[in-house]
T-cell receptor
Framework: DGGITQSPKYLFRKEGQNVTLSCEQN?????MYWYRQDPGQGLRLIYY???????QKGDIAEGYSVSREKKESFPLTVTSAQKNPTAFYLC????????????????FGPGTRLTVL | GDSVTQMEGPVTLSEEAFLTINCTYT??????LFWYVQYPGEGLQLLLK?????DKGSNKGFEATYRKETTSFHLEKGSVQVSDSAVYFC??????????FGSGTRLQVQP
């Protein structure tokens, strides 16, 4: 089955440590995204990538880093510079701007809940 | 810039009641509009979409009509069930970057 996987589902980190969240898709999508969701709030865009080897900052990129070395993978690193990293992290993908459609529907993974101890 | 405004929740209804969740947007051009649903502890699932004015998206008894004149995309369902309890997000796509999401509306349906 095609879809997006995120791992792990739950992640605990000590203050001052970097941690990497995995996101893999087998939908052959060009574009991938990372969002952060805090309790009772909407989604905020961290980083996005429209194509392999290219990515752009979203609205809250400070303290985060990404890479896009392969089409199917878009890992997110939460660095020690991120002041309040405890949140629910969602990865998504879409066909991309190169696809001739009138919309850019996004497909979401199940999320990773990160807790800083 | 682009923005989406949703009614604040939680919305609490009894089973079989009529549901409306309001969504209005601000965007340049002609965005596509979406409703996503999030069940507890899970990611978002696309519920329905509309790509141009007067389009009606529908799925699982939910409907929403793209109203350009009022810049709205209200979500409706004629008879809600307990299993519809979730958080609902309205979103728009202008094709420039990523989706712009509203803050979400929590729906609680009581038996």
């Amino acid at each position: 089955d095609g879809g997006i996987t995120q791992s792990p589902k739950y992640l605990f980190r000590k203050e001052g440590q970097n941690v990497t969240l995995s996101c893999e898709q087998n939908l052959n999508h060009d574009a991938m995204y990372w969002y952060r969701q805090d309790p009772g709030q909407g989604l905020r865009l961290i980083y996005y990538s429209q194509i392999v080897n290219d990515f752009q900052k979203g609205d809250i990129a400070e303290g985060y880093s990404v890479s896009r070395e392969k089409k199917e993978s878009f890992p997110l690193t939460v660095t020690s510079a991120q002041k309040n990293p405890t949140a629910f992290y969602l990865c998504a993908s879409s066909p991309g701007l190169a696809v001739q459609t009138s919309y850019n529907e996004q497909f979401f993974g199940p999320g990773t809940r990160l807790t800083v101890l | 810039g682009d923005s989406v405004t949703q009614m604040e929740g939680p919305v609490t209804l009894s089973e079989e009641a009529f549901l409306t969740i309001n969504c209005t947007y601000t965007a340049t051009g002609y965005p596509s509009l979406f409703w996503y649903v999030q069940y507890p502890g899970e990611g978002l699932q696309l519920l329905l979409k509309a790509t141009k004015a007067d389009d009606k998206g529908s799925n699982k008894g939910f409907e929403a009509t793209y109203r350009k004149e009022t810049t709205s995309f209200h979500l409706e369902k004629g008879s809600v069930q307990v299993s519809d309890s979730a958080v609902y997000f309205c979103a728009l796509d202008t094709g420039r970057r990523a989706l712009t999401f509203g803050s979400g509306t929590r729906l609680q349906v009581q038996p």
